[in-house]
């Protein structure tokens, strides 16, 4: 491998190791949420270790998207080399070291109280600083094919929605504001994006499709999620109080939205039902992630009402909407790991198998329903009959149970992953 490619999986690496601890966590988290008075309890208190795995999470999501952006942009490199390979080597060293600084602070608790924007400052503006530096590196590069662009634009969302998590807010309902936008910006736009421009770069690799195609497609679709983005970001402010010409998009993006997320996932079916002789799993755990878009979208459907939205903020409903939103990077970060390792490989081995790819399907989304249902059954009985919330809670433990079964399949299928992937990995660096 050149040292660039080397580089490149190393974050592949970090991705694993990072989506791994995420699943042990939410498992954890979810098991002490359900048994506050577990023999583990005087380990980590529940907020803590919700935080935690709220972080890691979007670590990996993040990790995992700008390793396919560098893979990306390998990929047309002549040589397989970047521009500058003394600067992506040191960043990607300082970014290692802020992976483990991070990881570090949020386990003894140096954190925020504000859920989903838990970083202190200082470490979101180094993260800022070592992500730009990761774009300059694909900037430097040759002119920059359709998916690099999108991809970029997505990354560019990225550092506009920790800026916005940063500004300073003079009164707690301000304070809100700027941390629905930053999320919304987050997981709806930014994740999305880069997203798309991986997905599509798949789709070339596993399906009969062309470069023409993909081209157009992430343009497509990248605009469309840019537009559903956009509304389902605002539809966040709803529960806040804001103008009625605001709200009155609601009934726009009621129709936008799943049109929006229609459209996108209809994409993949050209090349997931043409497909050519790889034997990779690339196109298995794209699937996943089309899936997870399509329960994330109906999530966010049901956000863009007002009258919705004021029952069910803050409750199960929504917090299975970020989680799922996640790990729609995450999986098609998983793909692309697939593909691109056994490209570094020079083989045509499957580098993970089946088993892990079903358990965390079947995980995400059968426990996620299981949360969904829990979120339902929570909104009514606690916000429309006023039920008491810990009388709720009781009710709700035998669907806490199916999502802590599901968490448990995550988090075995995130091990088997990273088993099979070290297992399997490349050989080693070439010499300059």
């Known amino acids: 491998m050149t040292r660039s490619q080397r580089i490149t999986y190393q974050f592949f690496a970090q991705t694993v190791i990072l989506f791994l601890l995420a699943a042990a966590l939410a498992l954890f988290g979810a098991v002490k949420f359900l048994t506050p008075a577990d023999p583990l309890a005087g380990s980590l208190p529940y907020q803590q270790v919700n935080a935690l795995s709220n972080v890691v999470l979007g670590l990996a999501a993040l990790n995992g998207l700008l390793g396919g952006g560098l893979y990306l942009a390998l990929d047309v490199a002549p040589g397989k ?24 602070a949020a386990t003894f608790g140096f954190l925020e109280g504000r859920n989903g924007l838990e970083l202190p400052g200082v470490l979101d503006i180094v993260g800022v600083a070592l992500v730009v530096l990761l774009g300059v590196n694909v900037l430097l590069g040759r002119a920059l094919s359709p998916l690099q662009q999108v991809w970029l634009v997505g990354l560019g969302a990225h550092l506009l929605a920790v800026m916005v998590g940063l500004a300073p807010a003079m009164d707690y309902l301000r304070d809100r504001v ?114 997870l878009l399509l ?84 909104t009514y009985l606690e916000r429309i009959l006023s039920m008491g919330y810990l009388d709720v809670q009781t009710l709700l433990v035998p ?13 075995t299928g995130a091990g088997v992953y990273a088993l099979t992937f070290w297992l399997r990995r490349p050989g080693g660096i070439e010499k300059p």
């Open 81 to 104: 080399r970047l521009a500058n390979e003394p600067l992506l080597t040191y960043t990607a060293q300082a970014w290692s070291v802020y992976l483990i600084v991070v990881v570090l």
């Open 178 to 291: 700027l941390r629905v936008l930053a999320l919304g910006i987050e997981t709806h736009i930014a994740y999305l994006l880069m997203a798309l421009a991986l997905g599509f770069w798949l789709m070339r690799r596993f399906g009969n499709v062309t470069s023409a195609w993909a081209d157009t497609g992430v343009y497509v679709t990248g605009g469309l999620a840019t537009v559903a983005g956009i509304l389902l970001t605002l539809a966040g402010l709803y529960p806040l109080g804001v103008p009625d010409w605001l709200l009155s998009l609601g009934s726009v993006s009621l129709f936008i939205v799943p049109v929006a997320v229609l459209i996108i996932a209809s994409h993949a079916y050209k090349p997931l039902s043409d497909r050519n002789p790889t034997r990779t799993l690339a196109g298995s755990w794209l699937g996943l992630s089309i899936l």
């Open 295 to 378: 329960g994330t979208g109906a999530l966010g459907m049901l956000q863009t009402l007002p009258g919705v939205a004021q029952w069910t903020v803050g409750t199960h409903l929504t917090g299975l909407q970020t989680f799922w939103a996640a790990l729609i990077p995450v999986s098609i970060a998983l793909g692309m790991m697939n593909q691109g390792t056994i490209e570094l490989r020079g083989s045509t081995r499957r580098v993970t198998g089946l088993i892990p790819f079903w358990l965390v399907a079947f995980g995400s989304v059968g426990g996620g329903l299981a949360l969904a249902a829990a979120g339902v059954v929570q």
């Open 399 to 411: 669907l806490y149970l199916l999502w802590i079964m599901g968490l448990l399949l995550v988090a």
